[in-house]
């Protein structure tokens, strides 16, 4: 370590410019803190080492939830995609899904010129090394140059970087993500000071050049014409949109894969870290699926001014020679040239159990981590809580307390709940099916359920505010009118929409809310039948309709969080020796000592702890408050 300098002090400190990064600095700052956001690489702000796509099944509701709190990526990604999908839209509300492909190099530079350009943020070059950690409290870091910054909290989000290596065939060499440096010190930094660290992989696949791909012999995939965007401010479309074309492996391709098993790093042993389940390489895929004879392969731009093509589908980490022989095993492909290879990349991330659900370290006070280093995988995941992070820092340095998103509000409230209360021993994937409640929590409606919170800690303007109440308001007020107007069975233009639609025609009057829960009218039809008294976006119209077609199965989910809310608000004070509880498993004292949880709920959520421990742990905090009633007394 060079000779130490004041660098300068600030409220809040953020480690890493990736995704996470980014939603920290950019929330602290905006909540009025003087922010100082450090990254190994300035040309390297919100990269997407990986494919420049946002959202999908659950990750495209988290990006609406950032927005809807007053995060970045949404608006981000409105301003830079090059195409745009809604997906499952054959399927129910809860699982509507949007997904962009993004220009790789216009999202970074639309983030880098936002980050640039926000008062109370200050964008700099610089590695890390040491934290400065004084009586269990982080008051700020120290730079390989020897700078020494300190501030109130410190948020690290360093990715993949942590003692990076990257693997192809034989080769391996310490780099962070497409050869940049990686973290080395830091990572030791933090085993010094007593955290549990964990080795994980994830990887990408070669890229090709697009005039060497014959895409007469692919499926095209075109963006929706529909305009669609993820950001609830975004008024304009992009309206010229690029295709993406899809291939697929064969049992040539899968050939040449199994006779190079023996070459590849996860199969050799030269890959210790563990990988993610829900996208695995091809050689993984063919391995784990051998009944399959073929895998699905879409080629997706990078950009509009560039010729590279992203391979999705084909992650690999063989070497150079079998990767091009797999992309010329393929139709369309025959001919193709590589123009960068696929890679594997190990990482160390810190076990997420060691965290609270703040983000804050339960090690470390004034110390939070967000994103790959907490065991997940995704650019979204990563946005999510490096947006909880920067905001709970944020606070942290103000004297507040933190804000916690519960399971019934937001995916990412299932996110952290998830990473802090039962960890993960694989990079973790937010899906549709981790969260119990997500026909509360859909695409739709992420305004709804955050924007009073997003209001309230200072990241949506007054503006946007203002606007979203009126929605609120005209969703409510044409629910209402819909419930309270009557349609007789004697109206002929009636009965002509309703004979329209193949519904059986009316019998009986009824309201129009009941009308509209029929399968197969939609709100256009009631709409004609009886007009709304004033214009109604397309955004309230799509509301009211989901809002009433499925009233019944949204009552029930809210009763059923309303059962558990009641457990949840059984608090569990943090001095509790689980110990000393007798009738509880052995494994259940351990893990409950571990993980500390806050209240019942978190407690029953632990991988471990069983309904028989919960009751023993409820009949004790009984007692434990009667007694400490008494000493009051």
């Given at each position: 370590m060079s000779t130490t300098y004041e660098g300068g002090n600030f409220d809040v400190i953020v480690i890493g410019a990736g995704h996470a990064g980014c939603e920290s600095a950019l929330a602290a700052a905006r909540m009025g803190c003087d922010t100082l956001l450090l990254t190994i690489n300035l040309d390297a702000v919100a990269y997407m080492p990986c494919n420049p796509s946002v959202g999908g099944p659950a990750k495209g509701h988290v990006v609406r939830e950032i927005d809807a709190l007053g995060g970045e990526m949404g608006r981000n990604t409105d301003k830079t995609y090059i195409q745009m999908r809604m997906l499952n839209t054959g399927k129910g509300p809860a699982v509507h899904a949007l997904r962009a492909q993004a220009d790789k190099f216009a999202y970074q530079h639309e983030m880098k010129k936002t980050i640039e350009n926000t008062p109370n943020l200050i964008l700099r070059q610089a590695m890390v090394d040491e934290l400065i950690v004084e009586d269990g409290v982080c008051k700020g870091v120290i730079t390989q140059t020897g700078a020494r910054y300190t501030a109130k909290s410190v948020v690290v989000t360093t990715g993949t970087y942590l003692r990076g290596k990257i693997i192809i065939g034989d080769l391996q060499y310490e780099s962070g993500p497409n050869n940049m440096r990686p973290s080395i010190r830091l990572a030791q930094h933090l085993k010094e000071l007593g955290f549990d660290l964990v080795r994980f992989k994830t990887g990408t696949p070669p890229r090709v050049h697009k005039s060497t791909i014959d895409t007469s012999k692919m499926e095209i995939q075109p963006g929706d014409e529909?305009?669609?965007?993820?950001?609830?401010?975004?008024?304009?479309?992009?309206?010229?949109?690029?295709?993406?074309?899809?291939?697929?492996?064969?049992?040539?391709?899968?050939?040449?894969?199994?006779?190079?098993?023996?070459?590849?790093?996860?199969?050799?042993?030269?890959?210790?870290?563990?990988?993610?389940?829900?996208?695995?390489?091809?050689?993984?895929?063919?391995?784990?699926?051998?009944?399959?004879?073929?895998?699905?392969?879409?080629?997706?731009?990078?950009?509009?001014?560039?010729?590279?093509?992203?391979?999705?589908?084909?992650?690999?980490?063989?070497?150079?020679?079998?990767?091009?022989?797999?992309?010329?095993?393929?139709a369309g492909m025959e001919n193709v040239k590589m123009m960068r290879p696929g890679y594997a990349i190990e990482y160390d991330a810190i076990v997420p159990t060691q965290l609270w659900p703040s983000l804050e370290t339960k090690l470390v006070e004034g110390l939070f981590t967000a994103g790959q280093i907490n065991g997940t995988s995704g650019y979204e995941e990563a946005a999510g809580q490096g947006l909880m992070a920067g905001i709970n820092a944020a606070r942290k340095a103000q004297g507040k307390d933190p804000i916690v998103l519960g399971r019934e509000e937001a995916y990412i409230g299932v996110l952290i709940d998830d990473l802090v209360t039962k960890g993960t021993n694989e990079p973790y994937r937010l899906l549709t099916s981790r969260a119990e409640y997500r026909l509360l929590l859909r695409h739709d409606n992420a305004d709804l359920r955050l924007t009073d919170i997003g209001h309230e800690i200072g990241l949506i303007s007054e503006d946007r505010y203002q606007r979203f109440t009126k929605k609120r308001e005209q969703v409510e007020a044409e629910k209402e009118r819909l419930h309270n107007t009557r349609v007789r069975p004697d109206n002929e233009d009636v009965q002509s929409v309703i004979r329209e639609t193949g519904s059986p025609e009316l019998t009986e009057v009824i309201d129009l809310a009941q009308l509209l829960r029929r399968p197969e009218l939609t709100y256009d039809h009631i709409h004609r039948i009886s007009p709304a008294p004033e214009e109604l976006s397309a955004e309230?119209?799509?509301?009211?309709?989901?809002?009433?077609?499925?009233?019944?199965?949204?009552?029930?989910?809210?009763?059923?969080?309303?059962?558990?809310?009641?457990?949840?608000?059984?608090?569990?004070?943090?001095?509790?020796?689980?110990?000393?509880?007798?009738?509880?498993?052995?494994?259940?004292?351990?893990?409950?000592?571990?993980?500390?949880?806050?209240?019942?709920?978190?407690?029953s959520r632990i991988s471990g702890v069983n309904p028989a421990d919960i009751s023993v742990l409820m009949v004790y905090l009984e007692q434990y408050h009667r007694v400490l009633a008494r000493t009051s007394e």
């Open positions: 529909e305009p669609r965007a993820f950001s609830y401010e975004t008024t304009e479309a992009i309206k010229d949109q690029l295709p993406c074309w899809l291939t697929y492996t064969n049992p040539e391709t899968h050939e040449l894969i199994e006779e190079n098993l023996h070459r590849a790093p996860m199969y050799s042993g030269q890959i210790e870290g563990t990988g993610p389940r829900y996208c695995p390489s091809i050689e993984d895929k063919v391995v784990r699926f051998n009944d399959k004879p073929r895998h699905q392969i879409f080629l997706e731009p990078e950009g509009r001014h560039t010729e590279e093509m992203y391979v999705q589908g084909l992650s690999t980490s063989l070497p150079e020679d079998v990767q091009l022989g797999m992309l010329r095993s393929m309230v119209r799509e509301q009211v309709e989901i809002q009433v077609k499925y009233d019944g199965y949204i009552r029930k989910s809210l009763q059923q969080v309303e059962k558990v809310k009641k457990v949840e608000e059984k608090r569990i004070p943090p001095t509790i020796d689980y110990h000393a509880i007798s009738g509880m498993s052995k494994e259940a004292r351990e893990k409950l000592s571990k993980i500390r949880p806050l209240n019942i709920g978190q407690a």
